[in-house]
Every structure is written in C-alpha cells, then in structure tokens.
C-alpha cells in the first residue's frame, strides 16, 4: 500500500506563487506515473496534471495549463507542483496519487492533502 503526504499549501494573494510536494512511500512509486488532484468546498475531486515514470511526458488541465509544473524526483520518491499566477479559482485542497496505466485516475488511497487558499 503506497501512502502519501502532501505539504506546501497556504494562504497566498491572486498572482502569487506556491510549490506543493508529494513524499511517497512504495517502490512502485519509480514505475508509476504520477498526478495531482484537488477538490473545492462542495464540488468533486479533479485531475490537475500527470507526469510519466521518468519525468519526460508531462499533461496538464486545460484550467492550469501554462501556471503550473510537475515535476519529480524518483530518488527522493517526491513528486512537486509549482504553481505560478494563482487565482482564486485554484482555492482547494490538493492531492497526490500514482495514476492507473493509461489515465487520469488515481490508483491509490488518498493522502490528508493540502489546503491552498488563493485571496486577497
């Protein structure tokens, strides 16, 4: 059983930056593709981008799209979220997961996440 913690949220003003990151635990961790998700006060769980097992392929929502970056690194078995330019918007708490082969949805059971909160 693969458990992960997130860290990195807070309270930021609209147009501010914060980086998330995800500690893994599993070897699994270094073959698997990678996601963050995240979820608003009373609207469902969603996918926010994917990065493969080496880091080379990454994919994004079209919502983040061009604001944030995955990366990863597999030694460290950490996965990171940059996020630039935040807008209130991308207020939710924010979760990481190994991904099933071939999609968007998670694998695994969830971490406690991270609270990002985006106001001026």
């Known amino acids: 059983q693969v458990q992960f913690s997130e860290s990195g949220g807070g309270l930021v003003s609209p147009g501010g930056s914060l980086r998330l990151s995800c500690a893994a635990s599993?070897?699994?961790?270094?073959?698997?593709?990678m996601g963050w998700f995240r979820q608003a006060p009373g609207k469902e769980r969603e996918f926010v981008a994917r990065?493969?097992?080496?880091?080379?392929?990454?994919f994004y929502a079209d919502s983040v799209k061009g604001r944030f970056t995955i990366s990863r690194v597999n030694d460290d078995y950490t996965v990171y979220l940059q996020m630039n330019d935040l807008k209130p918007d991308d207020t939710a708490v924010y979760y990481c997961?190994?991904?099933?082969?071939?999609?968007?949805?998670?694998?695994?059971?969830w971490g406690q996440g991270t609270q990002v909160t985006v106001s001026s």
């Open positions: 997961n190994l991904l099933r082969v071939g999609t968007r949805q998670a694998s695994s059971g």
């Open positions: 599993g070897a699994i961790f270094k073959v698997s593709s």
């Open positions: 990065i493969s097992p080496n880091g080379e392929s990454t």
